[in-house]
């Protein structure tokens, strides 16, 4: 069955920095489509970043030039490098894998940000 694991979430002080891993199975990895979105308390899952199969890159606009999305096919990881970390970044941070019909998502790890 297809999984998404993350981690590497935790508590970290403002300014610093995180990396986040999402290990998948079950899934033929090069061809999907990986996210990574983020739910704080009370507002909507949003997008943070995604990489496309063929290596194209999107950011929110709050988070471009603070993270960083990379992928390695070979051994079914994306990553998310967060880097001058806010307490405004503390969420829930979650996997997603899509390809045509097809979607998952992970259990999500969680990332907070002390002032």
């Known amino acids: 069955q297809v999984q998404l694991v993350e981690s590497g979430g935790g508590l970290v002080q403002a300014g610093g920095s995180l990396r986040l891993s999402c290990a998948a199975s079950?899934?033929?990895?090069?061809?999907?489509?990986m996210a990574w979105y983020r739910q704080a308390p009370g507002k909507q899952r949003e997008l943070v970043a995604e990489i496309t199969s063929g290596g194209s890159i999107t950011y929110a606009d709050s988070m471009k030039g603070r993270f960083t999305i990379s992928r390695d096919n070979a051994n079914n990881a994306v990553y998310l490098q967060m880097n001058t970390l806010k307490p405004e970044d503390t969420a829930g941070y979650y996997c997603?894998?899509?390809?045509?019909?097809?979607?998952?998502w992970g259990q999500g790890t969680q990332v907070t940000v002390s002032s």
């Open positions: 079950g899934i033929t990895f090069s061809s999907y489509h």
């Open positions: 997603r894998a899509r390809w045509q019909f097809r979607n998952y």
